[in-house]
């Protein structure tokens, strides 16, 4: 069976988590009949907190759903970085969130993205067998033919792999991370802490409970690493269920040489899957969706305007492991002696660069076709 939608202005987005959802969003908000095919059985995150910086709030509010994400979450950010001694390195976090911050489980920010979208619109349980530059998808026993396609399936993307095979693959790091909430709050401590060969952060979430997450370099891969680091860390791992804390690994997608091929563009970690050091996963995958609506059907254009940033924030975060988590103890203390010694304004450039991002300007979109 083969069907056509809405000739000019029909979209199919492969994949129902962050990026998917708030391209359907954008492009709706633009003219487009969206259709949103996500695999699983219901459209839903595993995982745990979530931390959205400024830009990814500025993508928010040119959504339209920026005021009930920062009313789900919590506003107070990262306080002060520390080393594993307890040493504090850097406490100026107030100037650049000034735009905009939240935390919240990242489950709670699915289910708001989905409340955003008409029910009609999405199909979960749909598995998407076949996709072609044409613009049509093979869905269970139908072919469906859409004006646009979006990828947004996930670092192991399938449609990145078929459509551009040879130009990307998933990078393995060999890092483990893991990822946690606690029912209870931390007191008198949110923000990063920078050790050898790891790193931990905490942060507060809605209800009174506590988000935490930590990384290690391979041959450090056990939470035992963080046995003799200072408070709060020994009491998070303590108060922490070891069935509730996932464990994987970071992995990596460096950017093709294009987002968008024939009627596919690819959004999130489908086109550029990046380690977590800047806390940008999520942000760039926002950044994207409300890019591409602005710009589709002109994905080349897309493609330019989101290129060269992705590449950007994916090489600061790829650095960003090195001095969060140096593989030698003299790096970790050149570190800690630098970040204190560092002047304001140039520690706090390269996030302004970051934060200071703003709608493409065919966004809010043009009337529909």
């Not at 359907?24 to 595993?46: D, K, S």
Request: hydrophobic share 45%; glycine share 12%; net charge positive.
């Amino acid at each position: 069976m083969s069907r056509s939608l809405s000739p000019g202005r029909s979209v199919g987005i492969v994949g129902g988590g962050i990026g998917g959802l708030a391209s359907a969003i954008a492009l709706r908000n633009a003219g487009w009949q969206v259709t949103v095919y996500e695999r699983a059985p219901e459209f839903t995150e595993v995982g745990a907190g979530i931390s959205l910086f400024p830009n990814a709030i500025t993508a928010l509010d040119a959504l339209g759903v920026g005021a009930a994400i920062q009313a789900a979450g919590v506003g107070e950010g990262p306080g002060e970085v520390r080393n594993a001694a307890g040493r504090v390195l850097f406490t100026r976090w107030a100037k650049p969130l000034a735009g905009g911050f939240t935390v919240l489980h990242r489950a709670d920010l699915i289910s708001l993205l989905v409340q955003a979208l008409p029910s009609d619109c999405l199909r979960p349980g749909s598995s998407v067998d076949e996709v072609t530059l044409d613009g049509t998808l093979r869905v269970g026993g139908e072919t469906m033919r859409h004006d646009l396609i979006v990828g947004a399936d996930g670092v192991r993307s399938a449609i990145r792999q078929r459509l551009w095979p040879g130009d990307t693959a998933v990078r393995r790091t060999g890092i483990t991370a893991w990822r946690g909430v606690l029912d209870t709050p931390v007191p008198e401590f949110a923000g990063g802490i920078f050790g050898v060969h790891a790193e931990f952060g905490v942060l507060p979430m809605p209800g009174g409970r506590t988000y935490f997450f930590a990384a290690a370099h391979p041959g450090f891969d056990s939470l035992d690493h963080f046995a003799e680091w200072a408070s709060p860390v020994p009491e998070v791992l303590a108060a922490a269920d070891p069935a509730r804390i996932l464990r994987d690994e970071f992995l990596e997608v460096l950017v093709p040489r294009t987002l968008a091929l024939g009627k596919v563009a690819l959004v999130g970690d489908s086109a550029h899957a990046m380690r977590p050091e800047l806390g940008q996963g999520a942000a760039m995958a926002l950044e994207d969706a409300v890019t591409l609506a602005g710009h589709a059907p002109d994905l080349r254009a897309y493609s330019k305007a989101r290129r060269r940033r992705v590449r950007a924030v994916s090489w600061i975060s790829r650095q960003m492991t090195h001095n969060n988590m140096p593989n030698s103890r003299w790096r970790a203390a050149v570190r800690d002696v630098g970040t204190r010694a560092v002047p304001e304004g140039v520690a706090l450039a390269p996030m302004s660069w970051l934060f200071r991002w703003h709608a493409p300007a065919p966004y809010p979109p043009m009337s529909p076709l």
